[in-house]
């Protein structure tokens, strides 16, 4: 079964500073990840995705992930935070079997100080 | 924008009533999903609809049931309100095909809170 678990609920930058999320995947097949973005009373944002190929992917705002089977990890970067990236971040990993379901990790909050 | 459209924003409900929430989703796509997101925590899978039948469903009772249209719009209803389904409420619907899919693209949500 697929399961995703994000290390650390609280994350908190300076403005400028680089921006690692921590994403561990578990999954018995070579898995699609993604990383969405919520702003509060929002929903969820696409900001990248991973299904094959490349495995150093670009998404908007200037995040990228690293898709590493070895260490089944998909953390998210930013070189230099902003203080618009102030937001609730999730990990997800699709399930190909009983259903099209995306998982999602528990959230890791970003805060970011000026 | 997402192209998907949930109706209502706010909703508020008394502990055993029953409540109906909507999701248009966008156009072409035959995959709709619904989540539950309590304060927070992480989205929560609850079932998935795929060309009008149920395609999967999560760790939820019976009492959370939906239903998906031929236009691939979709509802949510939930019997017997407890407290602890105050939550937020996403839609998110996706196109799956035999050989390709779309990720899943989320409307704004549905804030349901049972007092």
């Known amino acids: 079964a697929q399961s995703v678990t994000q290390l650390g609920s609280h994350v908190s930058v300076s403005e400028g500073a680089l921006v690692l999320l921590r994403c561990n995947y578990s999954?018995?097949?070579?898995?699609?990840l993604f990383w969405y973005v919520q702003y509060p009373n929002q929903g969820l944002q696409l900001l990248l995705k991973?299904?094959?190929?490349?495995?150093l992917v670009k998404g908007i705002n200037g995040f990228e992930a690293e898709f590493k089977k070895s260490e089944t990890s998909f953390h998210l970067t930013k070189p230099s935070a902003h203080m618009s990236d102030a937001a609730e971040y999730f990990c997800?990993?699709?399930?190909?079997?009983?259903?099209?379901?995306?998982?999602f990790g528990a959230g890791t909050r970003l805060f970011v100080k000026a | 924008e997402t192209g998907v459209t949930q109706s209502p924003t706010h909703l508020i409900k008394t502990r055993g009533q029953q409540v109906t929430l909507r999701c248009s989703s966008q156009?072409?796509?035959?995959?709709v999903s619904w989540y539950q997101q309590a304060l927070g925590q992480g989205p929560q899978f609850i079932f998935q609809?795929?060309?009008?039948?149920?395609?999967g469903r999560g760790n939820f009772p019976p009492r959370f049931s939906g239903l998906q249209f031929p236009n691939y719009s979709s509802e949510l209803n939930v019997n017997a309100l407890e407290l602890d389904d105050s939550a937020l409420y996403l839609c998110?619907?996706?196109?799956?095909?035999?050989?390709?899919?779309?990720?899943?693209?989320f409307g704004q949500g549905t804030r349901l809170t049972v007092v």
């Open positions: 999954s018995s097949v070579p898995p699609y």
């Open positions: 998110a619907s996706s196109i799956e095909q035999r050989t390709s899919y779309t990720e899943a693209f």
């Open positions: 609809y795929y060309r009008e039948e149920e395609n």
């Open positions: 997800a990993v699709r399930r190909n079997t009983g259903g099209f379901k995306t998982i």
């Open positions: 991973y299904t094959t190929g490349a495995t």
């Open positions: 156009s072409g796509h035959n995959t």
